[in-house]
């Protein structure tokens, strides 16, 4: 591993990556990547979103070393994954979305295993510290087959953390997983990371996305349409609403309202769409005050990573 005085700069870094897959049959190729250009930093929790089939499994895999590249090249913590996959693997550490253990191993034997396939020696291996540090301690000797759902996926990070990788990708780590045990694996996520390690996450609930990655990019058709911080991200739907509760609603005429571009919703409060680089929301309450509205309530709705999310992939 690099000299701490020599640390990349980038823990990843993906240019020109492409992949296209044999057809099979009568069936033509599939191009599953169109020139992939990406940087992650060094530190980051980064989020790889995309809709299904959008080439985010492919490019984890090439990461990986399980998908052969067609072209373009790709570094793992400085080290090229074509000419240094030994040094770029032992950087890396993945947490598939497929559960896949022996039934007949216990968990500390399991990570033990692995953590010999990377030639870590015993007096080395953190097994035990890992295993507590994930809610597994008091499930260290029992058969994997006796363990929950959920517990195997956490079993799936401590698989990919006994080699200490500076780079960790999990690929959907808390589907099927319930709140309590999602809530202690995000906590255990943030200490890794306050520790030094990359995160790159991958999921398809944006919401966590949005609560823990602090740069995100999004692949749509095998190409990235978007890499920046989530706050630039966030910034990108120049809108807001405001919902309004008003004693007089039902005194409202609708010339009034449509004076305001709103309408009455079901709920009977008064929603107004309006762009944050036109009008300030100081200026769009005067307007109400103005328009005769008396408000008892009022709150303003900003775009979340969702609704980001909508608007880039369903663009043509």
Not at 11 to 21: M, N, R
Not at 23 to 45: C, E, F, N, T, Y
Request: hydrophobic residues 40%; proline residues 5%.
């Amino acid at each position: 591993m690099l000299a701490p005085n020599s640390l990349p700069e980038f823990a990843i870094e993906v240019s020109g990556l492409k992949k296209t897959y044999a057809g099979q049959g009568k069936a033509p190729p599939k191009v599953a990547l169109h020139g992939i250009d990406l940087k992650i930093r060094r530190g980051s929790i980064f989020g790889l979103l995309g809709p299904n089939g959008a080439g985010k499994s492919t490019l984890i895999n090439i990461l990986a070393g399980l998908v052969r590249k067609s072209d373009g090249s790709a570094k793992i913590w400085s080290y090229d994954i074509d000419h240094s996959r030994r040094e770029a693997s032992a950087a890396l550490g993945v947490v598939p979305q497929e559960l896949s253990f022996d039934a007949f191993f216990t968990p500390r034997e399991t990570c033990d295993i692995q953590a010999g396939f990377y030639g870590v020696p015993p007096e080395e291996r953190r097994t035990d510290e890992i295993l507590e540090a994930l809610g597994l301690g008091d499930k260290k000797d029992a058969y994997v087959r006796m363990l929950s759902g959920g517990m195997k996926r956490r079993l799936l990070v401590a698989k990919a953390l006994v080699h200490q990788p500076p780079v960790l990708i999990l690929d959907e780590p808390t589907a099927g997983v319930d709140v309590e045990l999602r809530r202690q694996l995000w906590d255990y996520v943030r200490v890794l990371n306050e520790r030094g390690v990359t995160i790159i996450l991958t999921t398809h609930y944006l919401e966590e996305a949005q609560e823990m990655c602090d740069t995100i990019a999004i692949i749509n058709h095998g190409r990235v349409i978007a890499s920046e911080s989530k706050d630039e991200l966030l910034a990108r739907l120049d809108y807001r609403k405001l919902r309004i509760a008003a004693h007089n609603v039902d005194l409202i005429s609708a010339p009034t309202l449509l004076g305001l571009g709103a309408v009455i919703a079901k709920d009977g409060r008064i929603e107004i769409d309006f762009r944050s680089s036109e009008h300030s929301f100081e200026e769009m309450l005067e307007r109400v005050k103005s328009a005769g509205i008396d408000v008892n309530d009022i709150s303003i709705i900003e775009p979340d990573l969702e609704d980001v999310f909508v608007h880039l992939t369903a663009a043509p």
